[in-house]
């Protein structure tokens, strides 16, 4: 597989449980500082050399995601949803903004983007000694359609998010999160249910939205470094010709407001992406690892998710375009409140539909890092050691996610607190998992 993108990244099982989800010894290189690494890619003929204002080919990428933020999910922010927690006639943010018409919704929603993330975030960020975040934002911000419920603001909140990057001295990368018509269904999609993109004027308007995008951002590319044309394309239930239609005819319309601009591809739950992307300068693919979505891969044991994910670091490191994991966790279960769709259950304690009792949700459903068992604790250190070691062997990784109300293992600010994730990043109490 070396010099191709072909990456065996997920099991026929994991990829027919994303259809029904709601959701969704390597050698390892010493990098220091704020992601400074030496180069360990010279063989990948595909990298580019243009300009662009972070050295993706020298340095890795060591960011976080803003989930949440732009994009409502409900098991991140469960107390926005939570009048609706009995009724369950409010499950995404298409339900959240019609059922409260666009003045209220506006009223809240704009105390949640001037509250939710300010600041002192990105500021923490950066003293934690990562060098990016990925910022999801759903097509409604930029591109608004006629009939949508949704309100619109964030653009003003996201404008100053960009100077409190770059005075934290961050690079960000913007994720079309959402897109007309919703091309997997999922609750983060913005509107939860059938896929529709692809439908009508959907891949159009989408184009629009990444157009906008582009050029209200195309003077801050020393910092906005990239964009991500749609995020989790639902390949499986697709047309993938479209979809890679779609990648090259977004990737000309983000490039010609800025050449500057790296392009991010989601891998849209394919394995083979080598030859994509040809005439495209400066293209990084995205693939995101969790191993919880189906019942065989809830129920490893934590050495064998900590397998899992060394394994990867090789797959990762034979490919010949830059490669980042854009979504990741700590989470070795799926127990996180609503993590599946609001008001459903988990696989791991076998109360999400057909699915079979693993273990106990308790103290992971809700919570703090501080209140996880000693054992849980020590897994869950174990088991992002082990993927900041394989995601490393290539281009990097954003972890999902930054901030959450009550989901222990998913929430990185929390994780630093509580010494589950590494400080200083190449700090290891479980050196050598990776061979």
Not at 148 to 166: C, E, F, H, S, T
Not at 201 to 227: C, E, I, S
Not at 333 to 349: H, Q, V
Request: with cysteine; aromatic share 10%; hydrophobic share 35%.
């Amino acid at each position: 597989m070396v010099g191709t993108a072909t990456i065996l990244l997920r099991s026929a099982t994991a990829i027919l449980a994303l259809l029904s989800n709601v959701r969704a010894a390597p050698t390892l290189y010493a990098c220091t500082g704020n992601g400074q690494c030496p180069s360990t890619n010279n063989t990948h003929s595909e990298l580019s050399k243009r300009a662009v204002a972070f050295d993706y080919n020298a340095n890795k990428v060591r960011g976080v995601n803003l989930g949440g933020w732009f994009v409502l999910e409900p098991w991140i922010t469960p107390s926005i949803f939570g009048e609706w927690s009995s009724s369950k006639t409010v499950v995404d943010e298409y339900t959240y903004t019609k059922t409260l018409g666009k003045a209220e919704a506006s009223s809240r929603l704009s105390n949640h983007w001037n509250t939710f993330i300010t600041q002192a975030d990105f500021n923490a960020i950066a003293q934690a000694g990562l060098n990016h975040v990925r910022i999801p934002l759903g097509y409604w911000a930029v591109a608004p359609l006629g009939g949508d419920p949704y309100v619109q603001g964030q653009l003003d909140v996201l404008d100053k998010a960009i100077n409190w990057a770059r005075g934290a001295g961050l690079k960000v990368m913007l994720d079309l999160h959402g897109a007309p018509g919703s091309q997997n269904g999922f609750d983060n999609s913005g509107k939860y249910g059938s896929i529709d993109w692809q439908q009508g004027d959907t891949v159009a308007q989408t184009l629009t939205a990444l157009q906008n995008l582009a050029n209200r951002y195309k003077g801050d590319t020393d910092v906005v470094t990239a964009v991500e044309l749609l995020n989790e394309p639902l390949g499986p239930r697709l047309n993938m010709g479209g979809v890679q239609d779609f990648y090259s005819k977004g990737s000309q319309t983000v490039q010609s407001a800025s050449s500057n601009f790296a392009i991010a591809l989601h891998d849209a739950f394919q394995t083979d992406w080598s030859g994509f992307g040809g005439g495209v300068d400066n293209v990084m693919i995205d693939t995101h690892q969790y191993q919880i979505f189906s019942p065989d891969e809830v129920g490893r044991s934590p050495s064998e998710h900590v397998s899992h994910a060394c394994g990867l670091g090789p797959q990762l490191a034979s490919t010949n375009k830059w490669i980042v994991v854009g979504e990741w966790t700590g989470a070795q279960t799926d127990c996180a409140k609503w993590l599946n769709g609001l008001g459903k259950g988990a696989r791991y304690d076998g109360s999400f539909p057909d699915s079979r009792y693993t273990g106990d949700c308790k103290g992971k459903s809700v919570g703090s890092v501080a209140s996880l068992s000693s054992d849980d604790k020590n897994n869950i250190r174990s088991y992002i050691e082990a993927q900041l070691d394989a995601y490393e062997q290539h281009t990097g990784w954003f972890f999902w996610t930054w901030k959450t109300e009550s989901a222990p293992e998913w929430d990185m600010q929390d994780l630093l607190a509580g010494g589950l994730f590494p400080q200083p990043l190449t700090s290891r109490q479980h050196p050598g998992q990776c061979g």
